[in-house]
């Protein structure tokens, strides 16, 4: 009898808390933050903005591995609002994603409480709006996981740590924006890139000192190139992976994407340039910020530092050089490449196509000839409720196919702890950026025109880096894999926000019928209900 009490007195706790079984010292930290409207200047006339506690960008959110994440977001805009957490993995808990497919977004006037671990995590990351056109005004912000303090790092710990959020940037507010893309219209050419939200910013270091530089592309539709005048760059980190630690003049960073550099600073004591510039537009987009000795004897001068001459197939063979540190620790003890990936035969392999089709006049964007579209019920609540009618597992195919583009809520079923190889064929003449949430997975090919079987022989089943967040280049191809270890609703989209807004993104089910909180965690006691949910109890 006393073991029956306990068990249901232990399993109330959990329900009430929500969260994680989670040891006795892994951190709560609390915040609460408030999102409004705000005029500021960023490109020299003033604007609308979206603020997270009054500032833009938002609030840093500096971390160490396995704390829990306690966020109340309180929306004061006119519009429902959700942030999402990218390259945060959710384990078991794609509840707290922050996308429409698993979270009613937050009313205006109300609040939501985000509760989340980042566990087994390390690394550079960052967050942003996932509603509507949000993204277009800002509410995004950086997101960093440190190591615990028994794990090591295979570098000398940084004298100091710098954040750059760099991005495109529109004049045009983010609601014009979105009437022009409903109305079937695509979105201009950028007006211009920032660097934490500015045009011009700096960043101090002492001479002979080593800096880490964590590089984030918050934009919304254009590949930057990152360099910093006179120095080079010792690559370490690439969206919580530690890499070989290879040196480079510049770096391409991708929408969507993140890195961490190390940069030391033995160079004549004066002012340098940091350069953030578009890369494959016809019109080069540039934003400087400067890099100052604190013993500076000089401002920064003399030309900008140059970027790749070269185009995609630059990009592409810089991108091959990237590989995963095999005997680093990443958030766990153990050594990233002690996880054989490469001796793993997939079970599927899932070939996703992206296309512009016009579907009933205008433009929208679509995977494997689907354009998705976002039910008013979230895929998550649907399926814990079992709601019929929201989504359908046979609304795409995993193999593209011919015939004319139509909308639908499109999701691709997988069974829990699948082995699974995904290839994202680009048949356009148009850079992609594909993300998946609740994951990271290994980049093992690039290569240009149609992917086939034979492709695979030139796969990096060794030393592949893991991401959450690869490029496909024009008329080209990128393979992945992935270890389906999360249960879940998982959003696979383009990080283009116009792509993803108009369809070009789809849900991933990774599903077994054994319910257990080992695999998954409960449906939260706060969690928001709409649609077809509303009324229901969690």
């Known amino acids: 009898m006393g073991k029956v009490l306990f068990l249901s007195l232990l399993c109330g706790v959990l329900a009430v808390f929500g969260v994680s079984l989670v040891n006795a010292d892994d951190p709560y930290r609390y915040y609460t933050w408030t999102v409004t409207y705000g005029t500021i200047s960023p490109l020299g006339e003033a604007q609308q903005v979206i603020l997270i506690n009054g500032q833009f960008p938002g609030p840093q959110l500096d971390v ?93 710990t940084p004298d100091g740590d710098f954040t750059l959020l760099i991005g495109d940037w529109y004049k045009t507010n983010h609601k014009t924006l979105q009437a022009s893309l409903d109305s079937g219209k695509s979105l201009p050419l950028p007006d211009g890139v920032l660097i934490n939200g500015q045009t011009h910013t700096t960043f101090s270091g002492d001479q002979g000192k080593t800096y880490m530089f964590r590089i984030s592309n918050v934009g919304l539709s254009t590949s930057l ?33 993140s890195a961490a550099v190390l940069v030391t600073l033995n160079q004549p004591p004066k002012d340098y340039y940091i350069v953030a510039s578009t890369r494959f537009t016809k019109q080069v987009l540039t934003a400087t910020a400067v890099l100052r000795y604190t013993n500076s004897k000089a401002p920064a001068s003399g030309p900008l530092p140059a970027p790749p001459t070269g185009q995609f197939h630059w990009s592409m063979r810089h991108v091959r050089t990237y590989r995963w540190n095999l005997t680093a620790s990443a958030a766990r003890p153990n050594p990233q490449g002690s996880f054989h990936y490469g001796k793993i035969i997939p079970k599927k392999t899932i070939v996703l196509a992206n296309s512009a089709p016009l579907i009933n006049g205008k433009k929208r964007y679509a995977v494997n000839r689907v354009s998705y579209v976002n039910p008013d019920t979230p895929l ?43 290839v994202f064929q680009n048949n356009e003449y148009a850079m992609q950026s594909w993300h998946l949430d609740g994951y990271d997975f290994w980049v093992v090919g690039y290569g240009n025109g149609q992917w086939t079987p034979a492709k695979r022989r030139s796969y990096n089943l060794v030393d592949a880096i893991t991401r959450h967040t690869a490029q496909v280049y024009p008329n080209s191809w990128t393979a992945i894999l992935i270890s389906l270890d999360n249960q879940g609703m998982w959003n696979m989209r383009s990080a283009l926000w116009e792509r993803q807004y108009l369809g070009q993104q789809l849900y991933l089910r990774v599903w077994t019928p054994v319910h257990s909180l080992a695999n998954e965690y409960d449906i939260p006691s706060n969690a928001l209900l709409c649609g077809k949910a509303a009324g229901q109890h969690p």
Request: glycine share 8%; hydrophobic share 35%.
């Open 225 to 257: 190139n990152f360099r910093i005048q006179g120095h080079t760059m010792k690559l370490v980190e690439v969206e919580g992976s530690h890499t070989v630690q290879n040196i480079y003049d510049s770096l391409d960073v991708h929408v969507g994407q």
């Open 380 to 422: 998550k609540l649907a399926d814990y409720f079992n709601i019929p009618g929201v989504f359908s597992v046979d609304s795409i195919q995993s193999l593209p196919s011919g015939g004319p583009a139509y909308v639908a809520t499109s999701v691709i079923p997988a069974s829990l702890h699948d082995f699974v190889e995904v």
């Open 64 to 156: 160490v591995t396995n704390d829990n994440i306690v966020l109340n977001l309180v929306n004061k805009l006119d519009q429902p609002f959700l942030l999402t957490w990218n390259g945060i993995k959710q384990r078991k808990n794609s509840w707290q994603d922050g996308v429409l497919g698993t979270n009613c977004p937050i009313p205006p006037n109300s609040n939501y409480t985000y509760k989340f671990q980042t566990k087994d995590q390390i690394g550079t990351f960052t967050y942003f709006p996932s509603t509507l056109l949000h993204r277009a005004a800002g509410g995004y912000g950086a997101l960093n996981v440190y190591e615990r303090p028994r794990i090591p790092i295979p570098f000398a």
